[in-house]
Protein backbone atom coordinates (compact mmCIF):
# COMPACT_ATOMS: atom_id res chain seq x y z
CA UNK A 1 0.00 0.00 0.00
CA UNK A 2 1.03 3.58 -0.14
CA UNK A 3 2.37 3.56 3.44
CA UNK A 4 4.54 0.75 2.88
CA UNK A 5 5.71 2.79 -0.26
CA UNK A 6 6.19 5.61 1.61
CA UNK A 7 8.21 3.79 4.16
CA UNK A 8 10.96 2.13 1.63
CA UNK A 9 12.10 5.40 0.33
CA UNK A 10 13.43 6.51 3.77
CA UNK A 11 16.87 5.06 5.09
CA UNK A 12 16.43 1.31 6.75
CA UNK A 13 17.51 3.19 10.23
CA UNK A 14 14.91 5.91 9.68
CA UNK A 15 12.62 6.72 13.03
CA UNK A 16 10.43 8.35 10.10
CA UNK A 17 10.65 5.15 8.27
CA UNK A 18 9.71 2.75 11.31
CA UNK A 19 6.37 5.09 12.69
CA UNK A 20 5.62 4.49 9.22
CA UNK A 21 5.91 0.92 9.18
CA UNK A 22 3.75 0.90 12.60
CA UNK A 23 0.58 2.28 10.96
CA UNK A 24 1.64 -0.73 8.11
CA UNK A 25 1.31 -3.02 10.77
CA UNK A 26 -1.91 -1.87 11.83
CA UNK A 27 -3.33 -1.81 8.52
CA UNK A 28 -2.19 -5.38 7.87
CA UNK A 29 -3.61 -6.48 10.68
CA UNK A 30 -7.71 -4.96 10.13
CA UNK A 31 -6.95 -6.75 6.57
CA UNK A 32 -6.19 -9.86 8.45
CA UNK A 33 -2.75 -10.18 6.71
CA UNK A 34 -1.50 -11.09 10.05
CA UNK A 35 1.69 -12.67 9.30
CA UNK A 36 2.89 -9.55 7.52
CA UNK A 37 1.55 -7.38 10.19
CA UNK A 38 3.94 -9.74 13.12
CA UNK A 39 7.14 -9.40 10.92
CA UNK A 40 6.26 -5.91 10.69
CA UNK A 41 5.46 -5.01 14.12
CA UNK A 42 8.50 -7.01 15.00
CA UNK A 43 10.94 -5.47 12.69
CA UNK A 44 9.71 -1.54 14.38
CA UNK A 45 10.10 -2.78 17.60
CA UNK A 46 13.79 -4.01 16.79
CA UNK A 47 14.62 -0.63 14.83
CA UNK A 48 13.01 1.31 17.68
CA UNK A 49 15.03 -0.51 20.34
CA UNK A 50 18.07 -0.49 18.80
CA UNK A 51 17.47 3.41 18.07
CA UNK A 52 16.55 4.13 21.66
CA UNK A 53 13.39 4.98 20.99
CA UNK A 54 11.38 3.64 23.86
CA UNK A 55 7.70 5.18 22.97
CA UNK A 56 7.41 3.20 19.38
CA UNK A 57 9.28 0.25 20.98
CA UNK A 58 5.91 0.40 23.06
CA UNK A 59 3.37 1.03 20.56
CA UNK A 60 4.86 -1.49 18.55
CA UNK A 61 5.08 -3.94 21.61
CA UNK A 62 1.21 -3.37 22.01
CA UNK A 63 0.59 -4.08 18.11
CA UNK A 64 2.43 -6.96 18.27
CA UNK A 65 0.60 -8.63 21.04
CA UNK A 66 -2.72 -7.84 19.32
CA UNK A 67 -1.49 -9.37 15.84
CA UNK A 68 -0.35 -12.67 18.19
CA UNK A 69 -3.60 -12.97 19.92
CA UNK A 70 -5.17 -13.05 16.23
CA UNK A 71 -2.67 -15.49 14.88
CA UNK A 72 -1.36 -17.65 17.27
CA UNK A 73 -3.54 -20.16 18.81
CA UNK A 74 -1.88 -20.48 22.29
CA UNK A 75 -1.53 -16.68 22.95
CA UNK A 76 -5.04 -15.56 24.13
CA UNK A 77 -6.46 -12.96 26.01
CA UNK A 78 -5.10 -13.52 29.48
CA UNK A 79 -1.42 -13.34 27.63
CA UNK A 80 -2.89 -9.99 25.93
CA UNK A 81 -3.59 -8.65 29.19
CA UNK A 82 -0.51 -9.62 30.50
CA UNK A 83 1.66 -8.21 27.50
CA UNK A 84 -0.32 -4.83 27.47
CA UNK A 85 0.39 -4.55 31.22
CA UNK A 86 3.38 -5.24 30.83
CA UNK A 87 4.48 -2.74 27.58
CA UNK A 88 2.27 -0.01 29.94
CA UNK A 89 4.15 0.15 33.35
CA UNK A 90 7.26 1.56 31.97
CA UNK A 91 5.54 3.69 29.25
CA UNK A 92 3.81 5.20 32.23
CA UNK A 93 6.25 5.76 34.64
CA UNK A 94 7.97 7.69 31.60
CA UNK A 95 4.67 9.48 30.71
CA UNK A 96 4.77 8.20 27.39
CA UNK A 97 0.98 9.49 26.90
CA UNK A 98 0.67 7.80 23.54
CA UNK A 99 1.29 3.99 24.86
CA UNK A 100 -0.84 4.74 27.91
CA UNK A 101 -3.61 5.46 25.48
CA UNK A 102 -3.17 2.71 23.44
CA UNK A 103 -2.66 0.16 26.16
CA UNK A 104 -6.62 1.59 27.20
CA UNK A 105 -7.40 0.61 23.84
CA UNK A 106 -6.07 -2.93 23.84
CA UNK A 107 -7.34 -3.32 26.89
CA UNK A 108 -10.94 -2.75 25.78
CA UNK A 109 -10.59 -5.07 23.19
CA UNK A 110 -9.55 -7.51 25.70
CA UNK A 111 -12.31 -7.15 28.02
CA UNK A 112 -14.75 -7.37 25.29
CA UNK A 113 -13.71 -10.94 24.15
CA UNK A 114 -13.87 -12.00 27.87
CA UNK A 115 -17.26 -10.34 27.68
CA UNK A 116 -16.66 -8.20 30.70
CA UNK A 117 -18.39 -5.41 28.90
CA UNK A 118 -18.68 -2.43 31.83
CA UNK A 119 -14.96 -3.10 32.40
CA UNK A 120 -14.24 -2.19 28.51
CA UNK A 121 -16.49 0.88 28.63
CA UNK A 122 -14.14 2.49 31.17
CA UNK A 123 -11.03 1.53 29.34
CA UNK A 124 -12.46 2.63 26.31
CA UNK A 125 -13.73 6.19 27.63
CA UNK A 126 -10.25 6.46 29.34
CA UNK A 127 -8.63 5.72 26.04
CA UNK A 128 -10.87 8.25 24.40
CA UNK A 129 -10.07 11.34 26.62
CA UNK A 130 -5.89 10.25 26.58
CA UNK A 131 -6.54 10.31 22.73
CA UNK A 132 -8.13 13.49 22.30
CA UNK A 133 -5.78 14.73 24.94
CA UNK A 134 -3.10 14.27 22.21
CA UNK A 135 -5.08 15.52 19.22
CA UNK A 136 -5.38 12.38 17.96
CA UNK A 137 -8.41 12.33 15.89
CA UNK A 138 -7.79 9.12 14.13
CA UNK A 139 -7.42 7.03 17.56
CA UNK A 140 -10.46 8.75 18.86
CA UNK A 141 -12.31 7.67 16.34
CA UNK A 142 -11.30 4.04 16.18
CA UNK A 143 -12.33 3.93 19.86
CA UNK A 144 -15.79 4.30 19.38
CA UNK A 145 -15.87 0.54 17.72
CA UNK A 146 -15.75 -0.68 21.19
CA UNK A 147 -18.41 1.17 22.73
CA UNK A 148 -20.78 0.01 20.16
CA UNK A 149 -19.83 -3.62 20.86
CA UNK A 150 -19.87 -2.84 24.55
CA UNK A 151 -24.11 -0.84 23.67
CA UNK A 152 -25.00 -4.41 21.48
CA UNK A 153 -23.25 -7.16 23.91
CA UNK A 154 -23.22 -5.75 27.33
CA UNK A 155 -25.95 -5.00 30.43
CA UNK A 156 -26.84 -1.50 29.03
CA UNK A 157 -30.73 -1.25 28.40
CA UNK A 158 -31.23 -1.62 24.74
CA UNK A 159 -33.08 1.62 24.60
CA UNK A 160 -29.79 3.13 26.25
CA UNK A 161 -27.47 1.43 23.88
CA UNK A 162 -28.87 2.36 20.90
CA UNK A 163 -28.96 5.54 22.00
CA UNK A 164 -24.86 5.37 23.01
CA UNK A 165 -24.58 4.32 19.09
CA UNK A 166 -26.21 7.17 17.15
CA UNK A 167 -24.18 9.39 19.32
CA UNK A 168 -21.47 7.01 18.10
CA UNK A 169 -22.80 7.92 14.67
CA UNK A 170 -23.01 11.40 15.21
CA UNK A 171 -19.47 12.04 16.29
CA UNK A 172 -17.67 9.67 14.03
CA UNK A 173 -17.63 11.49 11.12
CA UNK A 174 -16.66 9.54 8.06
CA UNK A 175 -14.99 6.95 9.55
CA UNK A 176 -15.64 3.58 8.03
CA UNK A 177 -14.83 1.62 10.48
CA UNK A 178 -16.77 2.99 13.07
CA UNK A 179 -19.54 3.13 10.77
CA UNK A 180 -19.51 -0.36 10.06
CA UNK A 181 -19.42 -1.65 13.46
CA UNK A 182 -21.59 0.83 14.81
CA UNK A 183 -24.56 -0.32 11.82
CA UNK A 184 -23.66 -3.94 12.80
CA UNK A 185 -24.77 -3.17 16.75
CA UNK A 186 -27.96 -1.61 15.61
CA UNK A 187 -28.68 -4.38 13.41
CA UNK A 188 -28.39 -6.51 16.63
CA UNK A 189 -30.21 -4.32 18.65
CA UNK A 190 -32.94 -3.13 16.94
CA UNK A 191 -33.64 -7.10 16.61
CA UNK A 192 -33.86 -7.64 20.22
CA UNK A 193 -36.56 -4.99 19.65
CA UNK A 194 -38.15 -6.89 17.34
CA UNK A 195 -37.67 -4.51 14.48
CA UNK A 196 -36.22 -7.61 11.71
CA UNK A 197 -36.37 -5.35 9.05
CA UNK A 198 -34.77 -2.67 9.69
CA UNK A 199 -32.08 -4.77 11.44
CA UNK A 200 -31.40 -6.70 8.43
CA UNK A 201 -30.77 -4.04 6.44
CA UNK A 202 -28.69 -2.32 9.20
CA UNK A 203 -26.33 -5.48 8.72
CA UNK A 204 -26.47 -5.07 5.00
CA UNK A 205 -25.19 -1.45 5.10
CA UNK A 206 -22.39 -2.75 7.11
CA UNK A 207 -21.33 -5.37 4.77
CA UNK A 208 -22.19 -2.49 1.35
CA UNK A 209 -19.41 -0.46 3.61
CA UNK A 210 -16.74 -2.94 4.23
CA UNK A 211 -16.47 -4.97 1.55
CA UNK A 212 -14.90 -1.88 -0.81
CA UNK A 213 -12.48 -1.41 2.33
CA UNK A 214 -10.60 -4.66 1.82
CA UNK A 215 -11.49 -4.60 5.75
CA UNK A 216 -11.87 -8.79 7.04
CA UNK A 217 -15.42 -7.70 9.08
CA UNK A 218 -17.61 -7.97 5.92
CA UNK A 219 -16.74 -11.71 7.06
CA UNK A 220 -18.94 -10.24 10.37
CA UNK A 221 -22.55 -9.74 8.30
CA UNK A 222 -23.32 -13.88 8.41
CA UNK A 223 -22.98 -13.77 11.82
CA UNK A 224 -25.11 -10.22 12.73
CA UNK A 225 -27.35 -12.04 9.95
CA UNK A 226 -27.76 -15.21 11.60
CA UNK A 227 -28.42 -13.85 15.20
CA UNK A 228 -31.11 -11.42 13.64
CA UNK A 229 -32.90 -15.14 12.11
CA UNK A 230 -32.65 -16.74 15.55
CA UNK A 231 -34.25 -13.72 17.22
CA UNK A 232 -36.98 -13.71 14.49
CA UNK A 233 -37.62 -17.28 15.13
CA UNK A 234 -36.39 -18.43 11.78
CA UNK A 235 -34.24 -21.35 11.93
CA UNK A 236 -33.95 -22.12 8.49
CA UNK A 237 -32.61 -18.43 7.18
CA UNK A 238 -30.43 -18.64 10.53
CA UNK A 239 -28.64 -21.09 9.34
CA UNK A 240 -28.13 -20.77 6.00
CA UNK A 241 -26.13 -17.19 7.38
CA UNK A 242 -24.50 -19.59 10.17
CA UNK A 243 -22.80 -22.11 7.89
CA UNK A 244 -22.04 -19.31 5.60
CA UNK A 245 -19.98 -17.82 8.25
CA UNK A 246 -18.03 -20.80 8.89
CA UNK A 247 -16.61 -21.19 5.79
Keep these: NLLSRAAELLPRTSGRRLELLQYVTEELGYMMEVERSLATGREVMEGATALGDAKLAGRARLIVALMRFWGEPDFGVEELIAE ?20 HDFRAFAYVQLG ?3 AAQRETEEAIAAFRRLADRRSVSEQQWYLGWVAASGPMPVDEAIDQC ?11 GVAGHTRYSLARLEAKRGHFE ?3 DLADEALAIFEPTGMAFAAW ?22 RRAMR
Design 221 to 242: HPLCRGEIELLADDASAAERHL
Design 116 to 118: RFE
Design 166 to 176: LRVLDESGDDA
Design 84 to 103: IDDAARPAARRAEAAVVARA
Design 198 to 200: LAR
